[in-house]
């Protein structure tokens, strides 16, 4: 899912359709969108949902620089979602299909203010609405690419299922801490009375107490082995219900000599899990090719 980087194929037939390759490919590397890609799964798997759009804005001179395309714009892309503070709302018809999206949003005017936007997109028409001047003002524009220019995709929560042996762990953690807090140290305990004691920097250390007065060190003579045990249950749960090998060193060093093929079948669940969501974001991969050739067509 994160090591490689989206491989474009295409069998263009004709200068149509070898233009069009050409020009996919170009706002594909001028938007870095293998990078933008990584970061569009990584937001979706922690946020539960991300997403890319697409907009297009006057070309410069040169921006078509090395092909036979001839456009006034170019195409930009930007992405959205919880990770910078986005309310995402898509809409879907009966048969699953968007028919809008909406993104409530926040900017900061050139004095600093900070207002509220709110967006609205069809095939057809998009709707802008700010409250910049203390009042909520929209304006409408026809859509000219006849296609909803979000790529939206949502998740499953990698941490989802686990987040109850999660928050158990974590305050059994806490609890230890707090534990140790009081009782990590020595703690010496003594009955009757001190006559005279050394100085901590002090060799050969006398202490002197009076008769049938006595000096000992609290121990916990019950150590938490029921604690230590419920910790390693839930770790080990936590890596199993998630499909996550346990790699970390420590384990690895227990193992002993691996051959290549027992440590690919350690990753097993792992890749399984991987291949599902690839069937998520690899559509929405081919959504986002499709939409830009809408564009292009259009530019």
Known sequence: MFLGSPDLISTPKGAVEEKMDVGIRKIWTDNKINYKFKELVKNALSYRESAIIFFSQ?????DWAGTDIKSEFKVRAKLVGPHCGDILYPLYDDYGDMIAFARYYKLKSV???????????????????????????????ANQFGKIRIIYFRARLAWEDVQPLIERLEVLGSKHGDTNDYNGM??????????????????????ELDPGATLSYLTNNAPPESVKMELERLE????????????????LKTLGYFSQAAFKALFMDAHMNAADNEQIFGEGAQRMLNLLKAMLSVM
């Open 58 to 62: 006057l070309a410069a001179d040169g």
């Open 111 to 141: 004095d600093g203010k900070e207002y509220e936007c709110f967006d609205i997109e069809t095939a057809t028409k998009i709707y802008k609405s700010n409250n910049e001047a203390g009042a909520w003002d929209t304006t409408e524009e």
């Open 186 to 207: 020595p703690i010496l305990v003594g009955s009757g009375k001190i006559l005279s004691m050394s100085g901590k920097e002090e060799s050969g250390k006398v202490v």
């Open 236 to 251: 080990k749960a936590i890596y199993s219900l998630t499909s996550c090998p346990d790699i970390s060193l420590e384990n």
